[in-house]
């Protein structure tokens, strides 16, 4: 944790020297021993870089450190590898080299160093792109993992703390129980498995020994039986499970309290719970990067926005609520993920709640706040200048809510003031459902347009997805945004699709909308990587997942690969597994497309292609015709279904 000297330190230009982290944000990964080895510190700095470090004031012996070029860069396409080399100086200005390593690539073993320092005043890290090619440095991913300065007699901690099992441990006593009903302990320790495999159990181990906030937030993690549910059944994180647990403990730790107030809402929501998926979803949002979508540099800080939704649900000193608290209340970890990831920045939530609501009597469409138009310009001084703020602070109220008014950090009013294309509407309008209703909203790509959706509740409670300013329909809408980082449940998020796939969300919705059967299907499936070397156990495990929930699509797709990855199925056997995802899916055009040219390769003779293709056309014909009898989103489904056959007009 000592700070290296700044003015003398510097990384590859568009390069920053990143503590804890790699380049991309991600945990630093090393080889050791020709294992990818991760680390939850240590300093990445690209190549060629430099970085200094005062020592005068400390009083120890040894630098040590893993170094290396991050395992992510693997091209040896023009990689010429990177070499370090380590300095010390008695002023800073006279430096004697004590270490150069070999040539290093990121396929290469990582290098243990240990430095003496004993004598030493200052330290200087050095990596080099190891070229004079202008293209010397693309990969060279520098990093100093597990970076420490130690004393002589220092003995590394290697215990391990008893309530983190391995994964292997975790087997032993999940195999035991095969066939059983998933509950009480075996239950507990099936979601403890799962989460030890997400996140590492090296990971876990440096991380509960680091800081005793972590090691506390951990353990009650693992020990909660329903927290951990929810947390696992929320989804992957949108950056790294080492995040996301870092972002768990600083709201657990700063809102504990919260997690023990029983008092219930007017609409019978008990405090505790709605703070829990508040705190769970943040943890796996901002475990990546959320922000204004205009600015993209200041980021999001969870406690902050924990702060603000807390305190617009509870609305104290109005006399209305602030937002659509009866259903922010009943929003699953993952529904919510979409509230808590809205693209605005932390001030600017309560600034846009209260103008929407007090200067655009509740508007939301964003064309009551932009004109379209091109060539507008965000940065103009009139904007920025000290003799202008008084007449934006009018019009705006931007000292009320101590709005920054700053060069270089552009806000929406300004949005307002200029102008956009589709991208700043739309994105406006998905800020907008986020911080004036407290609602789950994103945005979506068509062709040469930017459209966004946004949440709604049908009578009974069931969530629907809607567009808004929407030119080509959900039959031609794809990812972008958070589409492009994670999918709703992930489905949606592989291989498997690509192009006008938006509406997975529609079939993940109504997963969630099912909740109590997609929590339960996902347990089950949990079993999976339990016996992923046991074709005859994983698929019962796929059909059990399938028969709690017809449509999780986890379930369907695990059986597809194993299908593939069988040389005994026969035609035969694709074909009746066709029949049953068409009939699944027939209401979600897009996941049974998807899944259904998996199976196309393995349809190889006349008579079963032309079954194949029939089957596929029919159902698809079926879907346009849907009705709300058949889909709560049956226009959604009738655009998808046209899309698919080509009909992109109808």
């Given amino acids: 944790d000592i700070s290296y000297i700044k003015d003398k330190s510097f990384s590859a230009n568009n390069h920053s020297i990143c503590l804890d982290k790699n380049d991309s944000n991600e945990l630093i990964t090393l080889n050791i021993n020709n294992t990818a080895t991760p680390f939850i510190k240590g300093i990445c700095a690209w190549a060629t870089s430099e970085i200094v470090y005062d020592l005068s004031r400390y009083n120890y012996d040894y630098f040590t450190s893993y ?37 290093l690539y990121g396929w290469s073993e990582a290098q243990f160093v240990k430095i003496d320092i004993k004598n030493s005043k200052y ?27 130690i004393k002589e007699n220092y003995i590394e901690d290697t215990s391990t703390i008893d309530f983190i099992k391995t994964v292997a441990q975790y087997d032993e006593i999940i195999k035991k129980h095969f066939g059983e009903q ?63 647990i870092k972002v768990l403990s600083e709201l657990y730790t700063t809102y504990k309290d919260d997690l023990s107030n029983q008092n219930k809402t007017k609409y019978g929501t008990t405090f505790r719970n709605l703070y829990r998926t508040m705190m769970l979803s943040l943890s796996l949002t901002e475990s990546g990067n959320v922000y204004l979508w205009i600015d993209g540099v200041s980021h999001s800080d969870a406690v902050t926005r924990y702060e603000i939704y807390k305190n617009l649900h509870l609305n104290e000193g109005q006399d209305k609520e602030l937002i659509e608290n009866q259903i922010f209340e009943t929003l699953t970890v993952e529904e919510m993920r979409w509230v808590m990831n809205t693209i605005i920045d932390d001030e600017e939530i309560v600034w846009l709640n209260d103008f929407v609501r007090n200067d655009k009597n509740g508007a939301t469409r964003p064309y009551s706040y932009i004109k379209y138009t091109f060539g507008y310009n965000y940065t103009l001084d009139k904007y920025y200048d000290s003799e202008n703020y008084d007449k934006w602070d009018k019009k705006y109220h931007l000292s009320k809510y101590n709005i920054t008014y700053q060069q270089g950090k552009p806000k929406l009013w300004i949005v307002f003031e200029e102008g956009s294309v589709c991208g700043g509407l739309s994105k406006t309008g998905s800020c907008i459902w986020g911080a004036y209703k407290g609602l789950p909203n994103t945005c979506v790509s068509q062709p040469g347009h930017c459209a966004y959706i946004y949440y709604t509740q049908d009578d009974n409670g069931n969530g629907i997805w809607n567009l808004g300013n929407d030119v080509s329909g959900w039959g031609q809408s794809g990812k972008t945004e958070h589409l492009n980082v994670r999918t709703m449940n992930d489905w949606g998020n592989g291989s498997y699709t690509d192009g006008w796939n938006a509406s997975y969300i529609l079939l993940a919705q109504a997963a969630q909308n099912e909740y109590e059967k997609y929590e339960k299907s996902e347990e089950i499936l949990m079993l999976a990587d339990v016996y992923k070397n046991d074709s ?34 026969t035609e035969e056997d694709y074909y009746k597994l066709a029949e049953d995802i068409a009939k699944t899916f027939t209401y979600y055009p897009r996941p049974m497309y ?57």
């Fill in 67 to 103: 170094i290396g070029v991050d395992v992510s860069e693997q091209s040896n396409y023009f990689n010429t590898g990177a070499k370090f080399y380590i300095y010390t100086s008695d002023d800073g200005e006279n430096w004697e080299q004590q270490y150069e390593s070999e040539t």
């Fill in 182 to 244: 998933i509950s009480g302990d075996y239950e507990l320790t099936l979601l403890q498995r799962e989460f030890v495999n997400n996140v590492g159990y090296d990971i876990l181990q440096a991380l509960v020994k680091y800081k005793e906030e972590y090691k506390e937030t951990i353990n009650w993690l693992l020990n909660d039986k329903e927290t951990l549910r929810l947390y696992l059944a929320g989804g992957k994180p949108e950056g790294s499970y080492l995040n996301s």
């Fill in 123 to 149: 330290l200087k890290l050095v990596a080099d792109d190891n070229s004079d090619s202008w293209w010397a440095n693309w990969y060279d991913e520098t990093v100093f993992a597990n970076a420490k300065l």
């Fill in 594 to 650: 998807d899944l259904l040219n998996l199976i196309k390769p393995h349809i190889t003779s006349v008579e079963y292609d032309t079954m194949f293709t029939l089957l596929q056309t029919r159902t698809l014909t079926t879907a346009t015709k849907a009705t709300s009898n058949e889909s709560i989103q049956s226009t959604a489904v009738k655009q998808v279904a046209n899309a698919l056959l080509g009909n992109i007009d109808t």
């Fill in 536 to 569: 005859e156990k994983l698929e019962e495990i796929y059909r059990k997942a399938i028969e709690i929930e017809d449509i999780n699509f986890d379930s369907w797709l695990g059986l597809v690969n194993l299908y593939i990855n069988d040389s005994t199925k």
